[in-house]
């Protein structure tokens, strides 16, 4: 049996639809835990905000569903839902490096 694999790249950029097939959100970024190499979670911007514009929201990896049938990506959100989370400023860090783990990493 073959194991299906995917690249960072592939899903970065990728929408998000809901299971009525609404488009609710955008792969911004992946959150890696770099111990285990795992996906901890996807940072989210709504379909309609701009990356500059601040409105990201996190969801863990497993609340997503990758669709065998054509790749696409399925939370289960409604869009007022995601709206609403997505006012919320996150933080997101874009460094390669995160040092907010109590390790100090000369």
Same mark, same amino acid.
């Given at each position: 049996?073959? %194991?299906?694999?995917l690249?960072a $790249?592939?899903l970065?950029? #990728? #929408?998000v639809?809901?299971s %009525?097939g609404?488009?609710?959100?955008k792969?911004?970024?992946?959150?890696? =835990?770099p111990?285990?190499?795992r996906?901890l979670?996807a940072?989210?911007s709504?379909? =309609?905000?701009?990356?500059t $514009?601040?409105?990201?929201?996190?969801?863990?990896w497993?609340?997503?569903?990758l669709? $065998?049938?054509?790749?696409?990506?399925y939370l =289960?959100?409604?869009?007022?839902e995601m709206?609403a989370?997505?006012? %919320?400023q996150?933080?997101?860090?874009t460094s390669s490096?995160?040092?907010g783990m109590?390790?100090d990493? #000369?």
């Amino acid at each position: 049996m073959e %194991k299906t694999v995917l690249t960072a $790249s592939a899903l970065i950029g #990728n #929408n998000v639809k809901n299971s %009525k097939g609404e488009s609710v959100a955008k792969i911004e970024e992946l959150v890696i =835990d770099p111990g285990t190499g795992r996906i901890l979670s996807a940072v989210l911007s709504r379909t =309609d905000a701009t990356r500059t $514009s601040g409105m990201f929201s996190t969801v863990p990896w497993n609340a997503l569903t990758l669709s $065998s049938r054509d790749g696409t990506l399925y939370l =289960d959100i409604d869009k007022g839902e995601m709206e609403a989370r997505s006012k %919320k400023q996150v933080v997101v860090y874009t460094s390669s490096i995160y040092r907010g783990m109590g390790e100090d990493r #000369n």
